[in-house]
Structures are given as structure tokens and as C-alpha cells.
């Protein structure tokens, strides 16, 4: 079940629920993502926030979009086989 509800003659707004999040994160064991889109304002600030609130409260990776200025400008870098990787993504 969607978060919010497309209306319809209205502009395409993309969302999903929190627990098509939890299939993506366990069932297909993706850890990273990118909330650098065009859709990323659909839901405005507040649509913004509950995405990274779900980000965060998972434990996944995400770059693209931030709740403040100073998360803004931090670089998500993680370590794998002793290779660094900077995961970075605009829009």
C-alpha cells in the first residue's frame, strides 16, 4: 500500500511503503540508495524527511538528498576489501 495516494489528472508523484523498503533492503540486499531524483520534492519537505527518517532508522546508505545544510556536505564513504568508495549523487 502506498504511503500517500496518486490522484488522478494530477502530475505523477512516485513513492512506496515502508515495507516495499524493507523487500528492497532484505529480500533483494540492496544497501545504497540514490534519493537524488527529479521525484525527490513530490511530497515536499515533509515527503523528504520521512524518507530519510526511514534512510536513517534502517541503517542503509543513502546520498542525494538531506534533512540540513551540514548533512548536506557530508560524504558517505564506506570500506570494502579494504578499498574506500565514496558514494556521491546529484540531480
Partial sequence: ?????QQ????ARMNTSEAMFDKFRHEAKINFFSTATNHAMD????????????????GALY??????QAEQ???????KDGIKV??????
Avoid: C, M
Fill in 43 to 58: 511530497y515536499g519537505e515533509s515527503g523528504v524527511l520521512a524518507t530519510l527518517d526511514v534512510l536513517k532508522r534502517s
Fill in 8 to 11: 488522478p489528472g494530477e502530475p
Fill in 63 to 68: 546520498a542525494g538528498t538531506a534533512a540540513s
Fill in 86 to 91: 565514496a558514494l556521491l549523487a546529484y540531480t
Fill in 73 to 79: 556536505n557530508e560524504v558517505v564513504i564506506f570500506e
Fill in 1 to 5: 500500500q502506498p504511503v500517500r495516494n
